[in-house]
């Protein structure tokens, strides 16, 4: 599967398989991750991800991706980068 410069959401990317596979993709070259988790330690794993590939790449969200809204404001999200993707990673599967 290519993944280089493709968008990926992770979800449950604050710890386990979900951030496991958001580093793997980084290092893989692609080119924006939505790294979604209910907790704040969110924040640390998308700045560990960007720490390991030297660029700012992962962009984390803070919700419950069961609440409707908060989906909305992730999807409404105004980086360029995002919502041109190819890969969506629920708890690390991929869906193309």
Same mark, same amino acid.
């Given at each position: 599967?290519?993944? #280089?410069?493709?968008? +990926? &959401? @992770?979800?449950?990317?604050?710890? %386990?398989?979900?951030?496991?596979?958001?580093?793997? &993709? +980084?290092?893989? %070259?692609?080119?924006?991750? +939505?790294?979604?988790?209910?907790?704040? $330690?969110?924040?640390?794993?998308?700045?560990? @991800?960007?720490?390991?590939?030297?660029?700012?790449? +992962?962009?984390?969200?803070?919700?419950?991706?069961?609440?409707?809204?908060?989906?909305?404001?992730?999807?409404?999200? $105004?980086? #360029?980068? &995002?919502?041109?993707?190819?890969? &969506?990673?629920?708890?690390?599967?991929?869906?193309?």
């Amino acid at each position: 599967m290519e993944i #280089k410069d493709r968008v +990926a &959401l @992770v979800t449950g990317g604050a710890s %386990g398989i979900g951030r496991a596979v958001s580093f793997e &993709l +980084a290092k893989r %070259g692609v080119k924006a991750i +939505a790294m979604v988790d209910i907790t704040p $330690d969110i924040e640390i794993a998308a700045e560990q @991800v960007n720490s390991e590939v030297d660029a700012k790449i +992962a962009i984390p969200f803070q919700g419950d991706v069961t609440d409707e809204k908060f989906r909305e404001e992730v999807y409404r999200h $105004d980086d #360029k980068r &995002l919502w041109h993707g190819q890969y &969506l990673c629920p708890r690390g599967r991929y869906y193309t």
